[in-house]
């Protein structure tokens, strides 16, 4: 098995490379796009154990470590 884990800004937190890449898209020629977001992205290997320990070990490791929940956000899907 395999988590994919995903974590971005917050939507209230001020995201400079973001912005930066905003600007960026918009100085190249592409015009219309919104706001942007840089986040992270994980995939990590899961051996042994089943789906539902799993999930509830991921959730705790992206609250605990792998995310600063006062100004990201994550999601994660388990996949086999």
């Excluded at 219309?32 to 789906?51: F, N, P, Q, S």
């Excluded at 320990?53 to 990201?72: F, M, T, Y």
Aim: charged share 30%.
């Amino acid at each position: 098995m395999k988590a994919k884990i995903i974590i971005t800004p917050k939507k209230a937190v001020l995201d400079p490379q973001g912005k930066t890449v905003q600007v960026a898209l918009d100085h190249m020629g592409y015009k219309g796009v919104g706001a942007v977001h840089v986040g992270k992205y994980m995939e990590i290997e899961l051996t042994g154990g089943d789906k539902e320990g799993w999930r509830k070990q991921i959730d705790d490791a992206c609250h605990k470590i792998l995310s600063n929940p006062v100004i990201e956000d994550y999601k994660f899907e388990i996949v086999d």
